[in-house]
């Protein structure tokens, strides 16, 4: 029995580990098309890997995955994020969960996992065949199963093979990007980060929570990240030009006002400039006074109902112009790929082809930023896996 991995990434490689142990008699070969494999493995977390997440935060999978949350509810009762955290531990790479539930190696490494990898497919004779490029199933006729683990594909040219055989596909679009915006006043404030601030694209559903990171191009930082993922299309309909509204302060308007009043109170005397939110940096909240269209020499008690509510406007609902989008480091992700429809969700293989199986971001299955993605790649590996060797 043979089987091909068309991807040499961190589903393909994991598919590949996963069906050996289950299936040792089984022949398995992984075709790369460029010359390493892992390479996105390698740059995942800042070069740390961030293997997955604990979830704690997560009550709807939702929240994480803006699309194929409900297939990865339904494979999650088959391998989640404890048994990827288990199946790392067990296979030589110990864990570590930080503060903010993200998972990684406790070297704190990403070559922990890539040589683990490396080694399993050693120990288990899989071959590895780089610079190889599969653009038809006739080149895989000698195969018995085949299994697709290409990843993204921004441009869509590596979906027409698939698309040829009769997927529906689903547009190929980027995720996980941060936003351009043509202000100098903004700018000047790079490197400040804001951590319970909200962006927002006002008339939509669209909404992210989380630290916001004001860059020398725009805006960044979780918040930014997680609505550039709940809204990758809708963006990329409006040509990444769009308004987004920033809250700078936790809460909704009638408690921001409140938490004004009694700033006011404790600082009757003194100068606006010099008393603000303890959230915010004293240089982001002169601009912010420059917003609101206040001077920031006024004494807190001087500040009259019209004055304190531009305030609360701009504090709640601060408006800027995207203008374009700039790739996050190199952890770039996208969403689209090969329509879940196509596939029959118990085992990942698709309903038109016998034998043929997917796994990873080749499917329209695509995560926020935090370990999500490559949780994703774990657990549909997993699943294809299991589906092949069962068949």
Known sequence: MRTAIVGGGAAGFFLAVNLKEMMP?????????????????????????????????????????????????RLFNVFDQEDAYQWFERHGVPLVTQDDECVFPQAQDSHAVI????????????????????????????????AVTT????????????????????????????????????????GLVVEEAAALIPGTKYRAEGPLLIT?????????????SYAARILAERDYRADIMVRWLRGDREEIADKLRDLAAGAWGKQLHNV??????????????????????????????????????????????????????EEFVTCGGVALSCLKYDTLETKSH?????????????????????????????VAAQGAAGD
């Open 216 to 228: 020398h191009w725009g805006l960044s930082g979780p918040a930014v990240l997680k609505l550039s």
């Open 276 to 329: 603000y939110p303890r959230e915010l940096n004293g240089r982001l909240w002169l601009h912010l006074l420059r917003r609101a269209k206040l001077d920031g020499g006024m004494r807190w008690g001087a500040l009259g109902d019209r004055e304190r509510g531009r305030l609360v406007n701009v504090l709640a609902g601060d408006m800027y112009h995207v203008v374009g989008k700039n790739r996050f480091k």
């Open 115 to 146: 040589n683990c990898f490396l080694s399993l497919a050693r120990h288990h004779h899989i071959n590895i065949c780089t610079g190889k490029k599969i653009q038809s199933l006739d080149e895989l006729a000698g195969y018995d199963y085949v």
């Open 354 to 382: 016998r034998g043929l199986f997917f796994a990873g971001e080749a499917m329209d299955v695509d995560a926020v930023t935090g370990g999500f993605n490559l949780q994703a790649a774990w657990t549909t590996g997993y």
């Open 25 to 73: 008699e089984m022949d398995v070969t992984i075709f790369e098309r460029s010359s390493r494999v892992l390479a996105k493995v390698e740059v995942s977390g800042g070069g740390r890997c961030n293997c997955t997440n604990s979830f704690a935060q997560v009550s709807d999978l939702s929240q994480v995955y803006p699309r194929g949350h409900r297939l990865m509810k």
């Open 151 to 190: 990843g993204g594909s921004p441009k869509g040219e590596g979906l027409r093979w698939l698309a040829a055989l009769g997927h529906e596909i689903e547009a190929p679009v980027p995720s996980l990007f941060t936003f351009s915006v043509a202000d100098d006043k903004l700018h000047a404030l790079q």
